[in-house]
């Protein structure tokens, strides 16, 4: 098993290119149970919805798990978290080739 060390889970993109959803899978596990950092519900959700955006289906049932432990504003507030996580770690995308006229 691979093993990988984050000095700060939020200073994603954690290296050059896509994140893939077992790292962000990964990091919801650590908030979850406290792996190496305290327990944190609303950090944990962050991750398991970006890793379930990611087509992580565990990640799916963790969420929605830990969801039923969380008020209503714990909730809004890690969505927020994963929407300004998404903002800031999108792709830049490329421009468009001028088309001829």
């Known amino acids: 098993?691979?093993?990988?060390?984050?000095?700060?889970?939020?200073?994603?993109?954690?290296?050059?290119?896509?994140?893939?959803?077992d790292v962000l899978f990964e990091l919801g596990m650590m908030y979850s149970v406290g792996r190496d950092v305290p327990v944190d519900l609303i950090s944990a959700h962050k991750w398991f919805n970006l890793a379930a955006v990611k087509g992580n289906a565990e990640a799916i049932r963790l969420r929605r798990e830990i969801a039923n432990q969380m008020s209503d504003a714990e909730i809004a507030v890690a969505q927020r978290a994963a929407r300004d996580w998404?903002?800031?770690?999108?792709?830049?995308?490329?421009?468009?080739?001028a088309m001829a006229a």
């Open 1 to 21: 098993m691979a093993r990988f060390e984050m000095l700060d889970a939020d200073s994603a993109p954690l290296g050059e290119g896509p994140v893939a959803g």
């Open 86 to 97: 998404l903002r800031g770690n999108a792709a830049t995308p490329v421009p468009a080739p």
